[in-house]
C-alpha cells in the first residue's frame, strides 16, 4: 500500500509569484485535504476535493485554490504569493466512509522572500 | 465554529516513565471524533489514536491511551514506557461526524521531550 506523497520537498519563491503543489492520495482514498502549517502553529484547514470537486473550504482567499484529478491526486495552487504564505503545506487522503481517518503526507515547505 | 485548545506549550518525561497530554475541546455536536497526531521533526503528521464520541470506552494502541471525558470536553493522551522515539510535537485534533468527510479542527500542539 502506497502512502500519501507530496511533491516538492521544500520551494523558494518570490513575493507575487504562483506556485503549484503536488499530492498524491494513498491507494484506495477517494478524498483529499490541504492544510497550511505556519511554524509552531497547528495546521489549518484550506479546503478538501472529492470527486473532482470542492467539499469545503476553510477561511483562506480566494488565490488559493485546487483541483483533483481522476485518479484523486490534487494540486494546490497559490497566486500573487505573499510572505505570510510561508509554511509547511500538507496534504491528507481519506476514504470516503464514516469510519475513514485522515492520512497526512509528509508535507511542503513553502518560503516567500 | 470548534475550537481545540492544546494548555501545554511543551512537557518533558524520563524515558520509560508515564506522561500525560491534555486536550479540551468546544463543540455543539454531538457526533465527532477526536483525534491525537504526532508531528516529529520529519514533519510527517502521524497518527497515533482516534476516539469516537459515542463511544464511552477510552482507546487504546499499546503504550498509548486516551481519558475521554464528554461531559467536560477533555481529551488527554496518556504515553506509558516513554521511549525516545517519542519525542515530537503533538496535536489534538477534531472533526465533526454526521459525514465521513469534512476538516481536522487542529489544537496549537505540544513539543513532549524525552530524557533518557
Known amino acids: 500500500e502506497t502512502g500519501v506523497t507530496q511533491s516538492p520537498t521544500h520551494l523558494i519563491k518570490t513575493r507575487g509569484q504562483q506556485v503549484t503543489l503536488r499530492c498524491s492520495s494513498q491507494s484506495g482514498h477517494n478524498t483529499v485535504s490541504w492544510y497550511q502549517q505556519a511554524l509552531g502553529q497547528g495546521p489549518q484547514f484550506i479546503f478538501q476535493y472529492y470527486r473532482e470537486e470542492e467539499n469545503g473550504r476553510g477561511n483562506f482567499p480566494p488565490r488559493f485554490s485546487g483541483l483533483q484529478f481522476p485518479n484523486y491526486s490534487s494540486e494546490l495552487n497559490v497566486n500573487a504569493l505573499e510572505l505570510d504564505d510561508s509554511a509547511l503545506y500538507l496534504c491528507?487522503?481519506?476514504?470516503?466512509?464514516?469510519?475513514?481517518?485522515?492520512?497526512f503526507g509528509p508535507g511542503t515547505r513553502l518560503t516567500v522572500l | 465554529a470548534q475550537t481545540v485548545t492544546q494548555s501545554q506549550p511543551e512537557m518533558s518525561v524520563q524515558e520509560a516513565e508515564t506522561v500525560t497530554l491534555s486536550c479540551t475541546y468546544d463543540?455543539?455536536?454531538?457526533?465527532?471524533?477526536l483525534f491525537w497526531y504526532k508531528q516529529p521533526p520529519s514533519r510527517q503528521m502521524i497518527l497515533v489514536i482516534r476516539?469516537?464520541?459515542?463511544?464511552?470506552q477510552n482507546a487504546t494502541e499499546n503504550r498509548f491511551s486516551v481519558n475521554f471525558q464528554k461531559a467536560a470536553k477533555s481529551f488527554s493522551l496518556k504515553i506509558s514506557d516513554s521511549q525516545l522515539g517519542d519525542a515530537a510535537m503533538y496535536f489534538c485534533a477534531y472533526r465533526r461526524g454526521g459525514t465521513s468527510y469534512g476538516k481536522l479542527t487542529f489544537g496549537q500542539g505540544t513539543i513532549l521531550t524525552v530524557h533518557p
Open positions: 463543540t455543539s455536536e454531538s457526533d465527532y471524533y
Open positions: 491528507a487522503s481519506s476514504g470516503r466512509a464514516r469510519t475513514d481517518t485522515q492520512y
Open positions: 476516539q469516537e464520541a459515542y463511544k464511552q
